[in-house]
């Protein structure tokens, strides 16, 4: 009787030691995690009305030839890919993009220059390809594409908010007709148009030289003739096919909700409880606009990123970004930006719509307290060259002065924004770090080049294809 006793108190000390020390909590993080997951509805996957492409799909293909293709710029250097590389992450490691006018045009990542010593024009930094097809509503830091309602989707071609006719079937195809017209991103000073629609129907006619053979197999019309295939939309129905089949999320935390307990690290749980946790209740509070599977409300705020760079002719200085307000032209709406997507965000840096952070550390704390984290922001931390910080600290000022919408946590704790980034490295699927896992989304070099301008992308560091 006695052991028996003994016994059951051993084991109740030891139920009690379990849940209060160390390592030894897990169960009851586990189960705390648990009741979050519940609450957000989370299943570990986005959901798309649309269906996603296939990678090996014809048309994904051609369109994977296009996205390659530097014929698609004004001066044949640039190609989507030059911005929007799967190896670095489906962007560029650039905190400002360089398109036309490029030193080395195959040149990626920080040695991608501008000629001479130009600041870099591009006045954001491109976001991720990667999960483009579970956008639902916005695309662009600033919104500038919309679907309106079930009738349509709005363009800069047409004034804010009415439907574009011509912007296609998604969100990604309307985004695609744009690059090609950004005189920094493709379009150059080369291509003379009033129009949009003027200078992507001349692209169109480019392509008529080389094409034809690729398009008659993207669309499955082995007569249909250059009149008929080559169009601009077209072209931009296969890129957005392209694009829209990288998809990217079985990520360790995709694991752990579908019930593998081990698939995160004691920190990266710590991380996910704040993370999902309100700060009334002591946590950071991430979740309520960084929510659902895909990590973002579709909403924009102004969270005073720094405001680095060229910027869109705003401000006193005429180098501030205004964000949403250029679309909406409400006064309400300046200095919003878009809530990113965080699925792979530890491949997509730098971060914020300029990429003034260059680790997701800096940008963590920026998150945790905005306004002390800008005041305090320190250049330095950029690789890249060339970038305008003249009027930095005046243009960051009047964001924080127009109203953040990020209430500060008082309390900083270095350990909170480990957590904090443990839990979004945990978003990472390993696919986007493996060469042999993306080489599906990468032209061969032996694949067949229809005209020869096919982007083989090159590390500036070691001069090997990327
Ligand atoms: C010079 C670099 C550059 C080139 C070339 C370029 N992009 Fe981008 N891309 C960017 C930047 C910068 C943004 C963000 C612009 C903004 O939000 O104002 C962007 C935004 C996007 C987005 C929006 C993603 C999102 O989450 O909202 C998509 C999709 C995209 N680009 C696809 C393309 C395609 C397709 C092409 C080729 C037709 C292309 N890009 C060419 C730099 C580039
Ligand atoms: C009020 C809404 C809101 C809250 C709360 C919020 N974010 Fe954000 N987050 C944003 C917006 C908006 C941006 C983009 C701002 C910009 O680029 O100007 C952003 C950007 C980011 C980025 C950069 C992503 C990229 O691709 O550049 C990270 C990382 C991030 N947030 C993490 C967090 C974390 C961690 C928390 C909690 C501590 C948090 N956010 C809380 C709205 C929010």
């Given at each position: ?6 016994i059951?108190?051993?084991?109740l ?46 048309k ?19 190609a ?27 040149i ?10 130009d ?46 006719p ?13 690059p ?12 003379n ?24 197999k993207g ?48 920190s ?16 950071a ?7 659902g599977?895909f ?16 910027g ?28 990113p ?32 984290s ?33 209430t500060?946590k008082?309390v ?6 480990t ?10 699927d ?9 080489s ?6 032996n694949d ?5 301008r096919?982007l ?11």
């Amino acid at each position: 009787m006695k052991t028996v006793l003994q016994i059951w108190i051993f084991l109740l000390l030891s139920t009690i030691n379990l849940s209060s020390y160390g390592e030894q909590a897990l169960p009851i993080i586990d189960s705390q995690l648990t009741t979050l997951i519940k609450s957000h509805n989370l299943t570990g996957i986005p959901t798309s009305n649309k269906n996603i492409p296939n990678i090996n799909s014809p048309k994904a293909q051609l369109g994977m030839k296009l996205f390659y293709s530097k014929t698609l710029s004004g001066d044949n250097t640039t190609a989507c890919a030059s911005c929007h590389h799967p190896m670095l992450g489906g962007g560029d490691n650039l905190s400002l993009s360089v398109g036309v006018d490029s030193k080395n045009p195959d040149i990626m990542g920080i040695h991608r220059e501008l000629k001479g010593s130009d600041q870099a024009r591009v006045p954001r930094n491109a976001p991720t390809t990667f999960n483009v097809a579970f956008w639902k509503r916005v695309l662009f830091h600033d919104m500038r594409i919309e679907k309106v309602s079930e009738l349509g989707i709005t363009t800069p071609d047409v004034p804010y908010p009415t439907i574009d006719p011509l912007a296609g079937d998604t969100l990604v195809q309307a985004q695609a007709r744009f690059p090609i017209t950004s005189s920094d991103e493709m379009r150059g000073k080369y291509m003379n148009a009033s129009f949009n629609q003027t200078m992507r129907r001349a692209l169109a006619k480019r392509l008529e030289k080389n094409w034809l053979e690729e398009f008659r197999k993207g669309f499955d019309y082995a007569d249909g003739s250059a009149e008929d295939l080559i169009t601009e939309q077209n072209f931009s129905e296969a890129i957005a096919e392209y694009e829209r089949s990288q998809v990217f999320i079985n990520t360790p935390w995709k694991n752990y909700i579908e019930g593998n307990k081990d698939a995160l690290s004691t920190s990266a749980k710590k991380g996910a409880l704040l993370f999902y946790t309100s700060q009334k209740k002591g946590g950071a509070g991430c979740a309520q606009c960084h929510s659902g599977d895909f990590f973002t409300d579709e909403m924009a705020y102004n969270t005073a990123m720094p405001q680095i760079g060229a910027g869109k002719d705003n401000g006193v200085t005429g180098s501030n970004d205004y964000g949403c307000n250029l679309v909406t032209k409400k006064e309400d709406d300046k200095f919003r930006f878009r809530t990113p997507s965080l699925i792979n965000v530890e491949v997509t840096g730098p971060w914020g719509h300029a990429g003034a952070y260059t680790s997701l550390e800096a940008v963590t704390r920026h998150m945790l307290s905005p306004i002390k984290s800008a005041k305090a922001y320190d250049p330095s931390q950029l690789q890249q060259k060339n970038i305008a910080l003249k009027d930095l600290k005046q243009n960051t000022q009047e964001a924080i002065d127009t109203g953040i919408h990020i209430t500060p946590k008082p309390v900083i704790n270095e350990s909170d924004v480990t957590h904090l980034v443990n839990f979004m490295k945990a978003l990472t699927d390993p696919c986007v770090k493996d060469r042999a896992c993306l080489s599906k989304w990468i032209p061969n070099e032996n694949d067949n080049d229809p005209d020869g301008r096919t982007l083989h992308a090159l590390n500036g560091k070691t001069g090997e294809r990327l």
